[in-house]
């Protein structure tokens, strides 16, 4: 088993539509979760940054965290067409310190149509 | 900021030829991270240095993949000799906690 699954899609949504991106993991130790945004041709940007569980909410952005049951969400309220992008996420047992290593899923690529 | 910085963008190379990839982090940052990321495997973390060492080095595929970080602005990562299945983006990126942020990589074709 992977230790971070992700589904890759394709996802194909109408313009204002609710995406729901999800990630699940089997590493009991990850404690931070990130969801980075890539277009195509550019390196991952950081969207959202979490610790624990919990939601946590940025504008049109809604990320949850439930440790017990090893999932993670990314939820885009109102999507337009410019979130069209795949969508990573990443976890980590101890970021920024000494065993910090940053583990990501595969992606899920997203299409919102006009 | 003007955020990671990596060069050269693009760098097409001969197979057995020596590649050098090189980034420069983000002022203030602590920790480095080398990865690369192809359609089949996603990203693959090649390297970690906390405060210029390096601390996790598990996921460099080879002897023929080295890095160094001599200091707190400046990595290299070399590959000698290049192989074609090396073809690949690569990217750097740079932390102090609360998230990675990445540099806009470099696609390295070996024929």
């Known amino acids: 088993q992977k230790e971070v699954e992700q589904d890759p899609g394709p996802l194909s949504v109408p313009e204002g539509a609710i995406v729901s991106l999800n990630c699940t993991y089997s590493?009991?130790?990850?404690?931070?979760f990130m969801w980075y945004r890539q277009y195509s041709r550019k390196g991952p940007e950081l969207l959202m940054y979490?610790?624990?569980?919990g939601n946590k909410e940025d504008g049109r952005f809604t990320a949850q965290v439930d440790k017990s049951s090893k999932y993670i969400s990314l939820f885009i309220r109102d999507s337009q067409p410019s979130d069209s992008a795949t969508y990573l996420c990443?976890?980590?047992?101890?970021?920024?310190?000494?065993?910090?290593?940053?583990?990501f899923g595969k992606g899920t690529k997203l299409s919102v149509k006009p | 900021d003007a955020g990671v910085i990596q060069s050269p963008r693009h760098e097409v190379t001969e197979m057995g030829q020596e590649v050098t990839l090189r980034c420069k982090p983000i002022?203030?940052?602590?920790?480095l991270f080398w990865y690369r990321q192809t359609m089949m495997r996603g990203l693959e973390l090649l390297i970690y240095?906390?405060?210029?060492?390096?601390?996790?080095d598990s996921g460099m595929p080879e002897d023929r993949f080295s890095a160094k970080m001599p200091n707190a602005s400046f990595s290299t990562l070399k590959i000698q000799p290049s192989e074609p299945r090396d073809s690949a983006v690569y990217f750097c990126?740079?932390?102090f906690g609360g998230g990675a942020f990445f540099g806009q990589g470099t696609r390295l074709t070996v024929v």
């Open positions: 990126a740079s932390s």
């Open positions: 590493n009991s130790a990850f404690q931070y």
């Open positions: 979490t610790y624990s569980s």
């Open positions: 990443a976890m980590s047992a101890n970021y920024g310190g000494s065993q910090g290593n940053l583990i």
């Open positions: 002022s203030g940052h602590n920790s």
């Open positions: 240095f906390n405060n210029n060492v390096p601390i996790d």
